[in-house]
């Protein structure tokens, strides 16, 4: 479950890649990453890790915002499959995925 109001921002999800390997500003993370005909959003999951997952019990995938672009305010180059956004004074890597195809 995402943790973003699409209705009330009028977006409309164009793709949605779960486990993708984000490096932004040299920090790498494991997120998700949907594509709106809006925005870039990306995701964490906040259940990895969480210790009633270990416990016998299954804690399904909550996701928490962490990332927002605006698609209209970025700069975006495409090298050898991986996706690599300048946003801001920001790097953002995308590893193999190529987001042009949903832009």
Known sequence: MYNY???NNNEVTLTE???LIV???NNTYNLSVLVTNKN??????INVGN??????MYMPPEYE???KIPKDKIKINIED???IINYLDSEII???FNIRAFM
């Open 17 to 19: 890649q779960e486990n």
């Open 51 to 56: 210790v009633l997952n270990t416990r016998g």
């Open 81 to 83: 499959n991986n996706t």
């Open 40 to 45: 870039i959003l990306f995701f964490r999951n």
């Open 65 to 67: 915002l962490e990332l």
């Open 5 to 7: 109001d699409f209705k």
């Open 94 to 96: 995308i590893y193999n």
């Open 23 to 25: 490096d932004i500003d």
